[in-house]
């Protein structure tokens, strides 16, 4: 299958793969982000010649650095939409959010896409009511379609308490709610993540469309039991290389899974990511599927 045969979307990028890396030096200069260069993305940092302190430079090496740059990476390699969010976590370490791009800079990049880019809103459970009301405006105010959070990192799992009040309101504004589950590559704690927490939630909120990111590595099999059992549980594969995947997870894909499984990058190089995913062996049918069509059915494009 031709890389441009089959129009793809991205349905977990990031706001950084669209932005200069020098406006993301205060996110990648927080502790955990320095810590998980040095682990999890060591390998860039040797290619590169990087210090530790030095991590904020990797974004020019996975990013694209600007809106345009990365329209025409879409253009070249097929990719219809992207979906990048706020990106609202919890520095443990420091005490204060990660992320939390505003709204006007989101918008800002949305409309520098003309409609290629869709955004998602943020959580923060430990703000609750000002959170609230500010995914109430993006939806309403800036057409955001759903929202990312990432319950982990402030220590939470996904049936906590307070993460309930996101959950209604998705519900009450008829968006899906995205969710990081699975181990933390930050220095964070990762039990939190486990995918079966969101069992209860799904249970709890039948007619809330929820979507576990970041596979549930590694608790790959309760991932794929959650979104196996309920209608309307999803799971998207960004944050890890296609051609690194389980072997179970790429046979739930080309099986049982193929109507509930959605293509994502989590920034890490919409070339790099769609290529691999061209070179599973899955069905041709079922490729189509994760690449574009269950998103459409999802997000309701």
Known sequence: MDLKEVQAID?????AYCMPPEELREMYDLYEFRVMFVTTFGGVMKKMGLKPEEAWKAAAFMNKGSVEAAIQEMDEIGVEYIFIDQMKGWSRRENKLWGDFSLETMAELIDKSNGRIKGGAGYNPFRIKESLEEIERAVKDFGF???WAHPITFGLAPNDKKMYPLYGKCLDLGIPCSMQV??????????PGRPMYADEVALDFPDLTLILTHTGWPWINEWMSVVWKHPNVYGNIGAYFPKALDPSLVQFMDGRGR?????????FG???CKTEFLELP???????KILRENALKVFKL
């Open 11 to 15: 349905t977990m990028c990031r706001a």
């Open 259 to 267: 109507d509930k499984v959605l293509w994502a990058t989590n920034g």
């Open 145 to 147: 379609i759903y929202v």
């Open 182 to 191: 699975g181990h933390s590559a930050e220095p964070l704690p990762s039990e």
């Open 270 to 272: 919409l070339t790099r």
């Open 282 to 288: 899955i069905k041709d049918e079922n490729k189509k």
